[in-house]
């Protein structure tokens, strides 16, 4: 058995996944194959010493585990196309694409392959994404090698693959939402006096304090929230007025949109 991963698709998070891969140390640059239709495009990836191509049934016959990581109406193209190089006794596929199950993979492969689903983020690239995972029909010991491969690259949690379109919006589109919070931060740290540059390096640097406290601390938002908020103190004026204004309310909207959307984004047919 090679001891290669293949990942198919390699925009924004194939990518990413690539740069974590090397940098943990999961595999050698020679052990990664990149694939994508303009390959030109993978360049700089190519001088490290990773192995990219166009050719996705070359890359596919050389690999024990293969990433699906094209945007949705992008898959059954290229299932369609990898088919004759699938060994299905002897291969893992890990689809990072939201809103197709394993079944819809086997369905369009028609094929009995083992499929994970894993739902990664893009600060995989620096060993810090929250990275959900989840199967249907996969062996425990395939679900284990990608939750490994994951661990590699940050945290990861095992779901219910029911809940795959929720993690999508919780996890990997909310990376976009918490940087557009710092971004918001940073613009109002200018608006009250501080170059924009560094407002936005002391916003980043407060959301990672915020974000470490709950975490190293296992500690609730509002125990340390009730901390920072003197009586009748700036924080509690700030906080209420951002209430007022329905900044709560708003995240959970957009998350509750991004799920829903998440879930129809693939077309069978397609
Ligand atoms: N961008 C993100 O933060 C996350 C994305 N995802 C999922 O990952 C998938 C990819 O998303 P992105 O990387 O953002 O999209 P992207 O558009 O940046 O990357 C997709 C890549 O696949 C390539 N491609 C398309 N068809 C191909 C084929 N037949 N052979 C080889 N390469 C092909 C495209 O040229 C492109 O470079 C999507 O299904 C998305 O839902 C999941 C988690 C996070
Ligand atoms: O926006 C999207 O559809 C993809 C899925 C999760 C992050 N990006």
Known sequence: MSNRIAILGSGNIGLSLAKGLIKAEKYKPNEVILTRRNVAAL???????????????????????????VLPQQLNKLLNEIKPAIKPDKQLFISVISGVNCEDVRNQLQLDVQVVRAMPNTAIAIGHSMTCIGSDTATAENIETAKNLFDTVGITVQ??????????ALCACGIAFFLRSIRAASQGGTEIGFHAHDALKMAAQTAKGAADLLLQLASHPEQEIDKVTSPKGCTIAGLNEMEHYGFSSAMIKGIKLSAEKAGVLYTKES
Do not use: P, W, Y
Request: proline residues 0%; hydrophobic residues 50%.
């Open 43 to 69: 360049a700089d990836f190519a001088k490290t010493g990773i192995i990219t191509t166009s050719n996705n049934l070359q890359a596919v016959s050389d690999a024990d585990i293969i990433v699906l990581a």
């Open 159 to 168: 779901i219910n693959e029911e809940l795959m379109t929720s993690a999508t």
